[in-house]
């Protein structure tokens, strides 16, 4: 018939067109995922550093199959957006601190307790107790799930004083960083505002500010010994830690395969077990050293000073926390448990 296709042709045409599916199919499954990775720190700092690790090692362990950009100093989500943008599945990753939550979540706030730990060591064992199993629960009824825990020491900073003891804050107009650490400042007679630490360094330079709790960490990179005078370092003993740890999209993890999840538990794994410890013991000494050299006046708190710390904690924080968030004192007990 007139105008018909030979049977030869038609098949050479399916066959081609098959050839041009499967190469297109081959394409697109050999696409990587993209994971984007957020945070409110500079580039270069700790927490930044935390990020590409992970990130590198889980690009190399999948063979390219998963790789990662990263959006520091708040270029993708301003700081506190990030947990609703990882709810929703907006954002896949973040170095996040938990405590910017504690709006939403209450619970969130035993992260930031004034005095409920003595060392980064015994934060990062949360994972392995019961307290990190419940915040990681919470996490995850949340729309987030916990991938690797990161605590971070702190001191306070001040324009005007050293800040010693709780009667020191009377009068200073604060940046305490944690809804437990204002109300605790606030009752000892300080004027609270609230901020994340990448806005300190302006609000000190504009007087909005005078004195700032934040990590050891933040008090380097974002060079606060420029506008400070005096620091109160947490060498031996320190009254605020807080868990600043990488967190991923529930909708991003369950779209991850089981091989792609197990390799991310196992860079967790590596990370918590040789590189934090690593990396985090000598934030102290950097931080002592350009302290050091910037002139700032230097105090070390002593345990008697921190034992007035942990007194007046317990009659602020600790009872308002108890008493105000639906499973504060069960939270407490299970914190203060881990130091043992």
């Avoid at 050999?30 to 270069?44: D, E, N, R, V, Y």
């Avoid at 700092?45 to 690790?53: F, H, K, L, S, T």
């Avoid at 990882?86 to 990753?93: I, N, Q, S, T, W």
Wanted: glycine share 6%; charged share 25%; with cysteine.
């Amino acid at each position: 018939m007139k105008g018909t296709m030979p049977k030869g042709k038609i098949l050479f045409s399916v066959i081609c067109l098959s050839l041009l599916i499967w190469a297109w199919a081959s394409t697109i499954e050999a696409a990587p995922t993209i994971i984007k990775l957020s945070h409110q720190f500079a580039a270069g700092d700790i927490r930044d550093q935390m990020g590409r690790v992970f990130g590198d090692k889980v690009t190399e362990k999948t063979k390219g199959q998963i790789q990662f950009r990263h959006y520091p100093s708040q270029s993708l989500f301003k700081a506190k957006d990030q947990w609703d943008a990882m709810r929703k599945g907006a954002l896949d990753m973040a170095v996040f601190p938990l405590d910017y939550a504690s709006g939403k979540v209450p619970q969130f706030s035993i992260t930031l307790m004034p005095c409920v730990l003595s060392s980064v060591k015994q934060g990062i064992s949360w994972r392995n107790k019961p307290i990190g199993k419940k915040i990681e629960g919470l996490m995850e009824e949340n729309g987030v799930k916990n991938v690797l825990w990161a605590w971070f020491d702190g001191g306070i900073g001040s324009k005007v004083k050293q800040i010693k003891v709780p009667e020191d804050a009377k009068g200073t107009k604060l940046r305490a960083a944690g809804k437990k650490f204002e109300f605790m400042l606030q009752e000892a007679g300080a004027s609270i505002t609230s901020m994340p630490s990448s806005e300190g360094y302006h609000a000190l330079a504009t007087g909005v500010i005078d004195t700032m709790l934040t990590s050891s960490a933040s008090f380097v990179s974002y060079r606060l010994y420029e506008v400070l005078k005096y620091i109160n370092v947490p060498k031996d003993f320190s009254i605020w830690y807080m868990t600043e740890n990488l967190c991923i999209s529930k909708k991003t993890w369950d779209r991850l395969t089981p091989d792609q999840q197990k390799i991310f538990e196992e860079v967790a794994d590596w990370m918590h077990e040789n590189w934090i410890a690593q990396n985090f013991k000598s934030l102290v000494d950097e931080l002592i050293q350009e302290f050091t050299k910037a002139k700032v006046d230097i105090h070390y708190m002593n345990k008697a000073e921190f034992d007035l710390w942990l007194d007046f904690a317990k009659k602020t924080a600790w009872k308002d926390f108890a008493k105000s968030v639906d499973g504060g004192q069960e939270l407490l007990d299970m914190a203060l448990d881990a130091m043992k």
